[in-house]
Protein backbone atom coordinates (compact mmCIF):
# COMPACT_ATOMS: atom_id res chain seq x y z
CA UNK A 1 0.00 0.00 0.00
CA UNK A 2 1.30 3.45 -0.98
CA UNK A 3 1.98 6.27 1.82
CA UNK A 4 -1.90 7.62 1.26
CA UNK A 5 -3.80 4.71 0.51
CA UNK A 6 -6.08 2.76 3.08
CA UNK A 7 -8.09 -0.65 3.38
CA UNK A 8 -10.10 -0.61 0.58
CA UNK A 9 -14.31 -0.63 0.15
CA UNK A 10 -14.45 1.35 2.79
CA UNK A 11 -16.62 4.94 1.32
CA UNK A 12 -19.58 5.95 2.54
CA UNK A 13 -22.56 6.55 0.47
CA UNK A 14 -22.07 9.63 -2.07
CA UNK A 15 -24.13 12.95 -3.34
CA UNK A 16 -24.85 14.08 -0.38
CA UNK A 17 -26.90 10.81 0.68
CA UNK A 18 -24.46 10.33 3.38
CA UNK A 19 -25.95 13.22 5.43
CA UNK A 20 -29.22 12.94 4.68
CA UNK A 21 -28.81 8.90 6.15
CA UNK A 22 -26.93 10.02 9.27
CA UNK A 23 -29.18 12.23 11.42
CA UNK A 24 -27.61 10.33 14.70
CA UNK A 25 -23.95 10.92 13.50
CA UNK A 26 -24.73 14.67 13.64
CA UNK A 27 -26.62 14.38 16.76
CA UNK A 28 -23.34 12.94 17.95
CA UNK A 29 -21.72 16.21 16.67
CA UNK A 30 -23.93 18.31 18.17
CA UNK A 31 -23.33 16.66 21.91
CA UNK A 32 -19.53 17.86 21.38
CA UNK A 33 -20.05 21.70 20.68
CA UNK A 34 -19.93 22.72 24.12
CA UNK A 35 -16.67 20.56 24.50
CA UNK A 36 -15.21 22.48 21.31
CA UNK A 37 -16.34 25.89 22.17
CA UNK A 38 -14.32 25.27 25.78
CA UNK A 39 -11.40 24.01 24.08
CA UNK A 40 -11.19 26.43 21.60
CA UNK A 41 -11.55 29.60 24.53
CA UNK A 42 -8.24 27.75 25.86
CA UNK A 43 -6.25 28.44 23.17
CA UNK A 44 -4.02 31.61 23.50
CA UNK A 45 -4.04 32.56 19.69
CA UNK A 46 -0.69 33.83 18.35
CA UNK A 47 -1.01 34.12 14.47
CA UNK A 48 -3.74 36.48 12.47
CA UNK A 49 -6.01 33.28 11.68
CA UNK A 50 -7.17 30.48 13.13
CA UNK A 51 -7.04 27.26 11.52
CA UNK A 52 -9.09 24.36 12.54
CA UNK A 53 -9.58 20.88 11.02
CA UNK A 54 -12.10 18.08 10.10
CA UNK A 55 -10.66 14.77 9.68
CA UNK A 56 -12.92 12.23 7.71
CA UNK A 57 -15.43 14.79 7.15
CA UNK A 58 -17.76 12.82 4.70
CA UNK A 59 -19.81 15.05 2.95
CA UNK A 60 -19.38 17.93 5.65
CA UNK A 61 -23.17 18.42 5.97
CA UNK A 62 -23.83 16.50 9.77
CA UNK A 63 -20.79 19.13 11.16
CA UNK A 64 -21.99 22.13 9.42
CA UNK A 65 -23.47 23.37 12.78
CA UNK A 66 -20.68 22.76 14.77
CA UNK A 67 -18.40 24.83 12.41
CA UNK A 68 -21.60 27.59 12.29
CA UNK A 69 -21.25 27.58 16.35
CA UNK A 70 -17.71 28.07 16.28
CA UNK A 71 -17.64 30.60 14.28
CA UNK A 72 -20.27 32.43 15.91
CA UNK A 73 -18.86 32.10 18.74
CA UNK A 74 -15.34 33.42 17.96
CA UNK A 75 -17.01 36.53 15.89
CA UNK A 76 -18.66 37.60 19.48
CA UNK A 77 -14.67 38.16 20.49
CA UNK A 78 -13.23 39.56 17.39
CA UNK A 79 -12.72 39.56 13.56
CA UNK A 80 -9.81 37.08 12.52
CA UNK A 81 -9.61 34.69 9.42
CA UNK A 82 -11.08 31.61 10.27
CA UNK A 83 -9.77 28.77 7.94
CA UNK A 84 -11.90 25.07 7.95
CA UNK A 85 -9.73 22.52 6.48
CA UNK A 86 -12.07 20.02 5.53
CA UNK A 87 -10.04 16.27 4.90
CA UNK A 88 -10.73 12.72 3.93
CA UNK A 89 -9.65 9.86 2.44
CA UNK A 90 -8.78 10.77 -1.30
CA UNK A 91 -11.75 8.48 -2.80
CA UNK A 92 -14.50 10.02 -0.98
CA UNK A 93 -17.19 11.67 -2.70
CA UNK A 94 -15.49 15.29 -2.87
CA UNK A 95 -18.19 16.72 -5.28
CA UNK A 96 -20.88 16.43 -2.53
CA UNK A 97 -18.73 18.02 -0.04
CA UNK A 98 -18.09 21.40 -2.01
CA UNK A 99 -21.53 21.50 -2.97
CA UNK A 100 -23.07 21.05 0.67
CA UNK A 101 -20.46 23.73 1.79
CA UNK A 102 -21.07 26.16 -0.71
CA UNK A 103 -24.67 25.83 -0.77
CA UNK A 104 -26.05 24.32 -3.45
CA UNK A 105 -27.61 21.76 -1.97
CA UNK A 106 -30.73 21.51 0.72
CA UNK A 107 -28.19 21.66 3.82
CA UNK A 108 -28.25 24.91 5.19
CA UNK A 109 -24.00 25.95 4.78
CA UNK A 110 -22.66 28.46 7.02
CA UNK A 111 -19.73 30.12 4.81
CA UNK A 112 -22.18 32.90 3.81
CA UNK A 113 -23.01 34.14 7.35
CA UNK A 114 -19.89 35.30 8.03
CA UNK A 115 -16.77 37.63 6.42
CA UNK A 116 -13.41 35.82 6.00
CA UNK A 117 -14.15 32.43 6.72
CA UNK A 118 -12.60 29.50 4.42
CA UNK A 119 -13.34 26.40 3.49
CA UNK A 120 -10.49 24.45 1.75
CA UNK A 121 -11.15 20.35 0.35
CA UNK A 122 -8.04 18.56 1.68
CA UNK A 123 -7.72 14.47 -0.07
CA UNK A 124 -5.21 13.65 2.61
CA UNK A 125 -5.72 10.45 5.07
CA UNK A 126 -5.59 11.18 9.04
CA UNK A 127 -2.65 8.36 8.32
CA UNK A 128 -0.84 11.06 6.93
CA UNK A 129 0.44 14.33 7.23
CA UNK A 130 -2.70 16.90 6.51
CA UNK A 131 -1.44 20.11 7.16
CA UNK A 132 1.90 21.72 7.84
CA UNK A 133 3.90 21.73 10.99
CA UNK A 134 3.15 24.44 13.82
CA UNK A 135 0.04 25.47 11.66
CA UNK A 136 -3.10 23.90 13.62
CA UNK A 137 -5.06 25.47 16.53
CA UNK A 138 -7.48 22.86 16.77
CA UNK A 139 -8.13 19.47 15.50
CA UNK A 140 -11.35 18.13 14.98
CA UNK A 141 -12.93 14.74 13.89
CA UNK A 142 -16.14 13.16 14.64
CA UNK A 143 -16.89 8.77 13.93
CA UNK A 144 -14.24 8.32 11.49
CA UNK A 145 -10.77 6.68 13.54
CA UNK A 146 -12.04 3.78 14.30
CA UNK A 147 -11.69 2.88 10.43
CA UNK A 148 -8.19 1.31 10.68
CA UNK A 149 -5.12 1.95 7.49
CA UNK A 150 -5.43 -1.63 6.61
CA UNK A 151 -7.62 -4.71 7.54
CA UNK A 152 -4.78 -6.87 9.47
CA UNK A 153 -6.67 -9.93 8.80
CA UNK A 154 -10.03 -11.44 7.96
CA UNK A 155 -12.13 -12.62 11.07
CA UNK A 156 -12.61 -16.25 11.53
CA UNK A 157 -16.58 -16.70 11.55
CA UNK A 158 -17.26 -12.82 12.36
CA UNK A 159 -17.48 -9.58 9.67
CA UNK A 160 -16.21 -7.15 12.83
CA UNK A 161 -13.84 -6.79 15.70
CA UNK A 162 -16.32 -7.10 18.44
CA UNK A 163 -16.56 -10.67 17.32
CA UNK A 164 -13.02 -11.61 17.26
CA UNK A 165 -11.20 -13.91 19.66
CA UNK A 166 -8.00 -15.40 20.22
CA UNK A 167 -5.05 -14.48 17.05
CA UNK A 168 -7.23 -12.47 15.05
CA UNK A 169 -8.36 -10.31 17.75
CA UNK A 170 -4.62 -9.95 18.98
CA UNK A 171 -3.76 -8.52 14.84
CA UNK A 172 -6.84 -6.41 15.07
CA UNK A 173 -5.55 -4.70 18.59
CA UNK A 174 -1.82 -4.45 16.94
CA UNK A 175 -2.93 -2.71 14.28
CA UNK A 176 -5.06 -0.78 16.59
CA UNK A 177 -2.23 0.87 18.56
CA UNK A 178 -0.34 1.35 15.70
CA UNK A 179 -2.89 3.07 13.65
CA UNK A 180 -3.44 5.26 17.16
CA UNK A 181 -0.29 6.45 17.69
CA UNK A 182 0.12 6.84 14.22
CA UNK A 183 -2.70 9.53 13.71
CA UNK A 184 -1.65 11.22 17.24
CA UNK A 185 1.66 11.62 16.14
CA UNK A 186 0.59 13.50 12.56
CA UNK A 187 -1.70 15.60 14.75
CA UNK A 188 1.51 16.64 17.67
CA UNK A 189 3.34 17.74 14.48
CA UNK A 190 0.40 19.88 13.10
CA UNK A 191 -0.82 21.32 16.24
CA UNK A 192 0.92 24.88 17.36
CA UNK A 193 2.25 24.57 21.08
CA UNK A 194 -1.06 24.85 23.14
CA UNK A 195 -3.30 23.51 20.32
CA UNK A 196 -6.11 21.10 21.07
CA UNK A 197 -7.88 18.01 19.46
CA UNK A 198 -11.31 17.38 19.88
CA UNK A 199 -11.47 13.49 18.73
CA UNK A 200 -15.29 11.91 19.12
CA UNK A 201 -14.57 8.18 18.18
CA UNK A 202 -16.87 4.93 18.20
CA UNK A 203 -15.43 3.01 21.25
CA UNK A 204 -16.55 0.33 23.74
CA UNK A 205 -17.77 1.99 26.69
CA UNK A 206 -17.26 1.14 30.89
CA UNK A 207 -20.80 -1.68 30.15
CA UNK A 208 -18.99 -3.39 27.09
CA UNK A 209 -21.64 -1.39 24.99
CA UNK A 210 -20.99 -0.02 21.00
CA UNK A 211 -22.36 1.17 18.06
CA UNK A 212 -25.58 -1.40 17.69
CA UNK A 213 -25.22 -3.24 20.45
CA UNK A 214 -27.00 -1.08 23.81
CA UNK A 215 -29.61 -3.24 24.24
CA UNK A 216 -31.89 -5.52 21.78
CA UNK A 217 -30.15 -7.45 19.11
CA UNK A 218 -26.36 -7.12 18.71
CA UNK A 219 -26.21 -5.47 15.77
CA UNK A 220 -23.46 -6.92 14.28
CA UNK A 221 -24.01 -10.22 15.44
CA UNK A 222 -26.98 -9.87 12.77
CA UNK A 223 -25.14 -8.83 10.08
CA UNK A 224 -23.00 -11.70 10.70
CA UNK A 225 -25.86 -14.49 11.00
CA UNK A 226 -27.01 -12.84 7.81
CA UNK A 227 -23.82 -13.52 5.89
CA UNK A 228 -23.30 -17.04 7.04
CA UNK A 229 -26.90 -17.94 6.02
CA UNK A 230 -25.91 -16.41 2.70
CA UNK A 231 -23.19 -19.11 2.75
CA UNK A 232 -25.18 -21.53 3.69
CA UNK A 233 -27.72 -20.91 1.12
CA UNK A 234 -25.16 -20.58 -1.34
CA UNK A 235 -25.53 -17.59 -2.02
CA UNK A 236 -22.16 -16.35 -1.72
CA UNK A 237 -18.95 -18.20 -0.94
CA UNK A 238 -16.94 -18.72 1.83
CA UNK A 239 -14.29 -17.23 0.30
CA UNK A 240 -16.73 -13.86 -0.26
CA UNK A 241 -17.76 -14.09 3.31
CA UNK A 242 -14.31 -14.02 4.68
CA UNK A 243 -13.21 -10.61 2.50
CA UNK A 244 -16.41 -9.20 4.43
CA UNK A 245 -14.29 -8.51 7.17
CA UNK A 246 -14.99 -4.73 8.24
CA UNK A 247 -11.46 -3.03 8.53
CA UNK A 248 -12.29 -1.21 11.86
CA UNK A 249 -11.99 -1.29 15.83
CA UNK A 250 -13.43 -0.14 18.77
CA UNK A 251 -10.99 1.06 21.38
CA UNK A 252 -12.01 1.30 24.94
CA UNK A 253 -11.05 4.43 26.99
CA UNK A 254 -7.90 2.93 28.16
CA UNK A 255 -7.07 2.03 24.85
CA UNK A 256 -7.73 5.71 23.82
CA UNK A 257 -6.05 7.11 26.90
CA UNK A 258 -2.72 4.26 26.92
CA UNK A 259 -0.39 6.76 24.80
CA UNK A 260 -1.56 9.97 26.16
CA UNK A 261 -0.67 9.03 29.93
CA UNK A 262 2.57 6.99 29.14
CA UNK A 263 5.59 8.90 29.89
CA UNK A 264 7.72 6.39 27.73
CA UNK A 265 5.34 6.54 24.99
CA UNK A 266 6.31 8.85 21.11
CA UNK A 267 2.83 10.56 21.59
CA UNK A 268 3.72 11.73 25.38
CA UNK A 269 7.41 12.95 24.26
CA UNK A 270 5.60 14.70 21.17
CA UNK A 271 4.04 16.84 23.92
CA UNK A 272 0.29 15.48 23.55
CA UNK A 273 -1.65 15.00 26.85
CA UNK A 274 -5.03 13.76 27.59
CA UNK A 275 -7.46 16.93 29.05
CA UNK A 276 -10.41 14.75 29.58
CA UNK A 277 -12.43 11.74 28.36
CA UNK A 278 -15.63 10.44 28.52
CA UNK A 279 -17.72 7.65 26.90
CA UNK A 280 -21.72 8.75 25.56
CA UNK A 281 -24.34 6.72 24.44
CA UNK A 282 -26.49 8.62 21.65
CA UNK A 283 -29.90 6.80 20.52
CA UNK A 284 -30.77 5.12 17.60
CA UNK A 285 -32.80 8.50 16.22
CA UNK A 286 -35.12 6.19 13.92
CA UNK A 287 -35.90 3.33 16.98
CA UNK A 288 -36.69 6.99 19.15
CA UNK A 289 -39.30 7.66 16.20
CA UNK A 290 -40.31 4.03 16.34
CA UNK A 291 -41.88 4.71 20.08
CA UNK A 292 -43.39 8.17 18.47
CA UNK A 293 -44.93 6.85 15.19
CA UNK A 294 -45.28 3.23 16.17
CA UNK A 295 -45.11 1.82 12.30
CA UNK A 296 -42.73 -0.91 12.12
CA UNK A 297 -42.68 -1.02 8.37
CA UNK A 298 -41.74 2.80 8.10
CA UNK A 299 -39.06 2.62 10.99
CA UNK A 300 -37.13 -0.78 9.06
CA UNK A 301 -37.65 1.60 5.86
CA UNK A 302 -35.61 4.81 7.63
CA UNK A 303 -33.30 2.88 9.33
CA UNK A 304 -31.84 0.30 6.37
CA UNK A 305 -29.61 3.33 4.83
CA UNK A 306 -27.92 4.58 8.07
CA UNK A 307 -26.25 0.69 7.80
CA UNK A 308 -26.05 1.36 4.29
CA UNK A 309 -24.50 4.18 4.16
CA UNK A 310 -21.35 2.70 5.77
CA UNK A 311 -20.22 -0.84 5.16
CA UNK A 312 -21.83 -1.47 1.96
CA UNK A 313 -19.11 -0.58 0.01
CA UNK A 314 -17.14 -3.21 2.21
CA UNK A 315 -19.64 -5.82 1.50
CA UNK A 316 -20.22 -5.13 -2.37
CA UNK A 317 -16.54 -5.47 -2.34
CA UNK A 318 -16.10 -8.79 -1.26
CA UNK A 319 -18.10 -10.04 -3.38
CA UNK A 320 -16.24 -11.67 -6.57
CA UNK A 321 -15.54 -9.70 -9.61
CA UNK A 322 -16.11 -12.73 -11.58
CA UNK A 323 -19.77 -12.20 -10.95
CA UNK A 324 -21.63 -9.57 -13.25
CA UNK A 325 -22.35 -6.33 -11.49
CA UNK A 326 -25.88 -6.98 -11.59
CA UNK A 327 -25.66 -9.53 -9.90
CA UNK A 328 -23.31 -8.38 -6.91
CA UNK A 329 -26.24 -5.63 -6.63
CA UNK A 330 -29.21 -8.32 -6.65
CA UNK A 331 -27.19 -10.20 -3.37
CA UNK A 332 -26.54 -6.97 -2.32
CA UNK A 333 -30.46 -5.75 -2.84
CA UNK A 334 -31.69 -9.14 -0.85
CA UNK A 335 -29.20 -8.83 2.09
CA UNK A 336 -30.76 -5.53 2.69
CA UNK A 337 -34.12 -6.61 2.07
CA UNK A 338 -33.82 -9.15 4.63
CA UNK A 339 -32.26 -7.34 7.01
CA UNK A 340 -35.41 -4.78 6.65
CA UNK A 341 -37.91 -7.50 6.46
CA UNK A 342 -36.29 -8.41 10.25
CA UNK A 343 -36.45 -5.20 11.16
CA UNK A 344 -39.93 -4.61 10.48
CA UNK A 345 -41.05 -8.14 12.25
CA UNK A 346 -39.27 -7.01 15.48
CA UNK A 347 -39.20 -3.25 15.77
CA UNK A 348 -38.03 -3.15 19.53
CA UNK A 349 -35.36 -5.55 19.40
CA UNK A 350 -33.27 -3.29 16.85
CA UNK A 351 -31.29 -0.36 16.31
CA UNK A 352 -27.91 1.70 15.83
CA UNK A 353 -27.34 3.25 19.36
CA UNK A 354 -24.41 5.40 19.29
CA UNK A 355 -21.52 4.57 21.85
CA UNK A 356 -18.30 7.00 21.50
CA UNK A 357 -15.36 8.04 23.27
CA UNK A 358 -15.30 12.25 23.69
CA UNK A 359 -11.93 12.97 24.74
CA UNK A 360 -9.58 16.56 24.51
CA UNK A 361 -6.49 16.19 24.07
CA UNK A 362 -3.49 19.17 24.40
CA UNK A 363 -0.46 19.56 22.81
CA UNK A 364 1.91 20.98 25.90
CA UNK A 365 3.80 24.07 24.99
C1 LIG B 1 -18.96 7.65 9.35
S1 LIG B 1 -18.17 8.86 8.38
C2 LIG B 1 -18.15 10.23 9.50
C3 LIG B 1 -18.41 11.53 8.81
C4 LIG B 1 -18.57 12.72 9.73
N1 LIG B 1 -17.32 13.03 10.40
C5 LIG B 1 -19.65 12.47 10.74
O1 LIG B 1 -19.33 12.29 11.92
O2 LIG B 1 -20.81 12.44 10.36
C6 LIG B 1 -16.48 8.34 8.41
C7 LIG B 1 -15.59 9.11 7.44
O3 LIG B 1 -14.24 8.80 7.72
C8 LIG B 1 -13.57 8.79 6.49
N2 LIG B 1 -12.28 8.11 6.63
C9 LIG B 1 -12.02 6.81 6.81
N3 LIG B 1 -10.71 6.62 6.86
C10 LIG B 1 -10.13 7.84 6.71
C11 LIG B 1 -8.79 8.29 6.68
N4 LIG B 1 -7.78 7.45 6.83
N5 LIG B 1 -8.54 9.60 6.53
C12 LIG B 1 -9.56 10.47 6.41
N6 LIG B 1 -10.85 10.11 6.43
C13 LIG B 1 -11.13 8.81 6.57
C14 LIG B 1 -14.53 8.08 5.56
O4 LIG B 1 -14.19 8.30 4.21
C15 LIG B 1 -15.82 8.75 5.98
O5 LIG B 1 -16.07 9.89 5.23
Not at 124 to 130: D, V
Not at 257 to 278: F, H, M, Q, T
Amino acid sequence: MGKTSQADNITMSGDGLYSLATIGAKDVIDKATPRVLKAIDSIDLKSAAWQFSDMGCADGGTSLDLWRSVVRHLRSKGDQDIQVVYADQARNDFNALVKILHGLTQFKTYLDEFENVFALESGASFYTPILPANSLHLGFSATAMHWLSQKPTDIDQHVHMVGATGKDLEQFQLQAVSDWENILLQRARELVPGGKLVLINFGIDEKGQYLGNTGGINMFDNFNENWQQCVKDKIITEEEYKGMTLPQYYNNVDEFSAPLLDKNSKVYKAGLRLVDIETQVVPCPFAEDYKDHGNATKFAKAYIPTIRSWNESTFLGALSDSRPMQERIDIIENYYGLYEGQVANAPTEHGMGYVHAYMTIEKVV
